[in-house]
């Protein structure tokens, strides 16, 4: 077999490796000066405070609860998207709604969520898939008309811009992941931006257990002793280990940004001549694109494909199977999900990530190409 050609990876340098030395060689691995520092440059990133967490997941579950989302609430999120979106909403103890998407951006369908709105609705969740945010506009107004908070999760979309602002710097609630294939990352780790004081605060204590105005005291070095705790917390902080690596990830962020933007238009090029194989139009001058995906037009077997493609060194994986299938979320009601079901028949992801080279992309398209052709 060729050498690996994986699909995704952790794109490290000789300076996430320094900086954590630095933390260990300082012995304070938990929650202090770097995750100050990580929200420091975050916050000026995006022009709005943020908290840092230990994992994207945990974000958008804070985020909720910060809301006052909980036991018998619903939140409308599209059913395509990685399973982490279901699990923080149901952590909450709300119900996910699954809602079909629009096949040009494979972000929720508005119309399809509209017809799902119960009294008990109190969010929506918009995915930005593959780092493509969908018509947000559409989805602000959506929610002004009924009411609900809005919780993007915007996971794949670090450094995204829409309409020439960057997510994150504006809108209600957005959390990113900076898990071990994020835009950057932090090892794993996360991130709430929003420019509510209260959910801010909210969720500052609730990853410290719920201990109230811990956080200063773990930036200075210290820890509460005494305190109150009003509702349920979780152990959700960052570390000063994360913080470190993703304070590096930051810096070298504009390179990092520009050699995904370039694979991904290169593959654009390229697979316009490959025959049933249909793209995604996306603008890369403004998606940082996380995964890139594909659409296979009557290909009869996807997992053979996957397989031959493994046998020339080319993983590919599968984004994603959708949630409404999954047993513990099917009793959310009768799901009729047709573009959902649609498009993850159609789906095939190849491999993105900063240590790809050119003379990689221009191998897949090829071996694909082939394998299709037979």
């Known amino acids: 077999m060729n050498k690996l050609i994986r699909l995704s ?38 022009g709005r405070d943020t908290v840092c967490i230990n994992t994207g997941t945990a974000a958008l579950q804070l ?53 799902r709105i119960t009294k008990n609705t109190k969010a929506i969740m918009p995915v930005h898939y593959g780092g493509q ?18 919780i993007e999760d915007a996971a794949h979309a670090f450094g995204t811009t829409y309409n ?26 996360g991130c709430v931006v929003t420019s509510d004081k209260n959910v801010l605060n909210r969720i500052s204590d609730l990853r410290l257990l719920g201990v109230e105005n811990d956080t200063n005291k773990r930036y200075s070095g210290e820890r509460s002793w005494e305190f109150d705790v009003t509702e349920q917390g979780w152990r959700y902080h960052m570390s000063n280990i994360m913080a470190a690596i993703g304070i590096e990830q930051l810096k070298r962020f504009p390179e990092m940004a520009q050699k995904r933007q370039s694979l991904a238009k290169l ?19 403004e998606i940082v694109p996380h995964i890139y995906p594909i659409r296979l037009q009557n290909v009869r077997n996807r997992d ?22 999954l047993s513990f979320y099917k009793a959310n009601g009768t799901q009729y999900l047709p573009v959902t079901d649609k498009i993850y028949s159609e789906l095939l992801t190849l491999p993105l990530h900063y240590d790809l080279s050119e003379e990689d992309v221009r191998f897949v398209c090829t071996e694909l190409g082939q394998l ?3």
Request: charged residues 25%.
């Open 63 to 115: 985020a909720l609860q910060a809301c006052g989302i909980g036991q018998g609430d619903e939140v409308l999120v599209q059913s395509l998207t990685y399973l982490a979106s279901f699990q923080a909403i149901s952590a909450t103890g709300a119900k996910p709604i699954s809602c079909d998407v629009e096949e040009e951006f494979c972000s929720i369908d508005i119309k399809d969520a509209e017809r």
């Open 133 to 150: 945010p969908g018509n947000l506009d559409a989805i602000y107004e959506f929610a002004k008309r009924y009411n609900l908070r809005i």
């Open 164 to 189: 020439s602002k960057k997510v994150g710097s504006f809108g209600d609630i957005v959390c990113f992941s900076f898990d071990g294939i994020k835009n950057i990352t932090s090892g794993e780790g």
């Open 304 to 325: 053979e494909l996957r397989k031959n493609l493994l046998e020339r060194g080319i993983q590919t994986g599968l984004h994603y199977q959708p949630n409404h299938w």
């Open 372 to 374: 299709i052709d037979v």
């Open 267 to 285: 593959y654009d090029t390229l697979l316009r001549e490959v025959k049933n194989v249909k793209i995604f139009n996306r603008n890369y001058d």
């Open 9 to 46: 990876k952790s794109c490290l340098s000789e300076s996430e490796k320094q900086a954590v030395l630095k933390v260990l060689d300082k012995e304070f691995l938990g929650m202090g000066a770097e995750t100050q520092e990580f929200e420091n440059l975050l916050g000026e990133y995006f």
